[in-house]
């Protein structure tokens, strides 16, 4: 996180075009203001416009504005968001979004910077604009199936900032608690089960789920300490709520791979007791040894790697295995491919800086929003 802030800073210094990927709520509304606020326009207005919130014909006279008596209702001349944000940054939210006639003309305008409002008649005008765009869509992949136009996306993407989830960066859980809690104004703070409880969970909804988290503890809470008991069920008891789900065992077997993989679980932590406890049966244990040897190519020390055990537990676990009649033959693994947990999370993008983030982000930036929330 840090560095990714810190790229967002030396990026904020020029006037380049930014490309901000990453799941919903990771924080791509907040690196776009803060870019703005960092930057030499950050006087000026900053506006956000959410372009999966209009149809094509209502997006474009919103971007460019229209004369009037262009349409029916056109009583005024109206300015488009382009023009509002002359001298400052315009956001292009959901990006991904845009038909293919809207990137046409988007298109156009990003190679001239020239606009014209709909149904006017007179000469372009040159608005000057920085222009920032987002999408939680996989944009490269919307370019593969003919959805958005390559040219496009080379223009809106001289620099790329990729957001990664919450869950690939857990060691700032913390401190996004403690700038949550600030926001709430209540003097909480959670137990230290509730805050092992948080640094686990998977985030589905990245950094806007744990504010919401947050918020409602805080003001649920009878005093001012969250205890786990008071966390959302599948925050406290996630592999409890996996099993009361999954009467498929083979389903269950995948998502303890996924929890395991994730690093999210350990197997001596997590997967063992439940096979003690009988929640897991010899079936899943299988099924779950077999995902991983597909994983590492039937290789058991790169599984015990895998599945969160150091290289020095090999015996136990394999003995572990024997007595249970659980070992699963590794040579039909052999030739298959697939990433190891390593490879996983070297290949994730860089986390994104956070002392800078919360708190300072919201207050430098001093900016203006207008249209539909994006
Ligand atoms: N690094 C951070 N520090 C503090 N708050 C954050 C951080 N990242 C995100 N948030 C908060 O999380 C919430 C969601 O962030 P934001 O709206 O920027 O996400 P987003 O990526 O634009 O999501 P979406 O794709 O759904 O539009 C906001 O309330 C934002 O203030
Ligand atoms: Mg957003």
Redo the contacts with the bound molecule.
Sequence with gaps: ?RALCATAARVAAGDAKVFIS??????????AQYIHARSSRAGRPFVAVNCAAFPDTLLETELFGHARGSFTGAYRDKPGRFELAHHGTIFL??VGEMSLQMQATLLRFLENGEIQRVGATGPRVQVDVRVIS?T?RDLAERVASGQFRKDLMYRIKVVHLH?PPLREHRE?IRV?VE?AIARTGRPIRLTPEALTALERYSWPG???EL?NVVEQAAWMSESDEVSLKELPEQIRSPIAGLLRKHERRRQLADDLYVALVDGHYTFWDHMHPLFLRRDMTRQDLRQLMRRGLSATRGNYRALLKLFGMPDSDYKRFMNFLAAHDCAVDFHPFRFEAVPSRTAAAAASAPS?P?DE??GT??RQASTRRSGPA?
Excluded: C
């Design positions: 996180m990453g799941e919903s709520g990771v924080g791509k509304d907040l690196i939210d959901e987002a939680n957001i700032d996004l700038r990245n950094v806007r504010q994104l956070f983030v919360p982000l919201e994006a």
